[in-house]
């Protein structure tokens, strides 16, 4: 499974509208690409603060699911915003992390994921649960289940660099990206 099929595999089992925080780089572009959301928002040239992003917005709206799409490179570059959520432990958190080993955006230099267990890292955090998973199947059955239970979850998915198409550039400003995000949020813009 590539990043692009991992993101459209989650995109399509949503259940309902949850918020989405996306790292920078090809991660938001292929979310885009799978499905541009109002209730996505999209980190533009800020790698590694999609996780402090994500728990931002779960600790201020309690009563929505709140999802961080990241990469391993921009969790490596943010490794402390681990920590961060375990203690603070929002109960709407899912931190997906779609795992190439490799900086993606910028040309597949690797990271060193292939030798520091995230899930683990995250577990160690004090994340309520953590795992790995390899295959489309694992995905597919782990999704539900974090719906379902009380976080914050964290979920290491192992992708291949390969990928046949990057999706296309953020047509947002990040100005429009906030004020669309607001809006879902119910907050004022300004």
């Given at each position: 499974?590539?990043?692009?099929?991992?993101?459209?595999?989650?995109?399509?089992?949503?259940?309902?509208?949850?918020?989405?925080?996306?790292?920078?780089?090809?991660?938001?572009?292929d979310?885009?690409?799978?499905?541009?959301?109002?209730?996505?928002?999209?980190?533009?040239?800020?790698?590694?603060?999609?996780?402090?992003?994500?728990v931002?917005?779960?600790?201020?709206?309690?009563?929505r699911?709140?999802?961080?799409?990241?990469?391993?490179g921009?969790?490596?570059?943010?490794?402390?915003?681990l920590?961060?959520?375990g203690?603070?432990?929002?109960?709407?958190?899912?931190?997906?992390?779609?795992?190439?080993?490799?900086?993606?955006?910028?040309?597949?230099q690797?990271?060193?994921?292939?030798?520091?267990s995230?899930?683990?890292?995250?577990?160690?955090?004090?994340?309520?649960?953590?795992?790995?998973?390899?295959r489309r199947r694992?995905?597919?059955?782990?999704?539900p289940?974090?719906?379902?239970?009380?976080?914050p979850?964290?979920?290491?998915?192992k992708?291949?660099?390969?990928?046949?198409?990057?999706g296309?550039?953020?047509?947002?400003?990040?100005?429009?990206?906030?004020?669309?995000?607001?809006?879902?949020?119910?907050?004022r813009?300004?």
């Amino acid at each position: 499974m590539n990043r692009l099929e991992a993101i459209q595999c989650v995109v399509d089992g949503l259940p309902g509208d949850e918020l989405i925080v996306h790292a920078n780089g090809v991660i938001s572009r292929d979310s885009f690409y799978c499905a541009d959301r109002k209730e996505n928002f999209y980190l533009l040239g800020s790698m590694g603060l999609a996780s402090s992003v994500g728990v931002g917005v779960a600790l201020s709206r309690p009563d929505r699911r709140v999802l961080i799409f990241d990469g391993d490179g921009n969790i490596l570059m943010g490794f402390g915003n681990l920590a961060l959520i375990g203690a603070l432990k929002p109960s709407n958190l899912i931190h997906l992390v779609f795992d190439n080993e490799a900086y993606g955006t910028t040309g597949n230099q690797p990271t060193l994921s292939a030798r520091v267990s995230l899930s683990e890292a995250a577990r160690a955090s004090g994340y309520l649960s953590a795992a790995l998973v390899t295959r489309r199947r694992e995905l597919l059955e782990v999704m539900p289940t974090l719906y379902r239970a009380p976080g914050p979850h964290f979920l290491q998915i192992k992708v291949s660099r390969d990928v046949p198409v990057t999706g296309p550039r953020i047509p947002y400003s990040a100005r429009e990206i906030k004020e669309r995000f607001m809006k879902v949020l119910g907050n004022r813009s300004d």
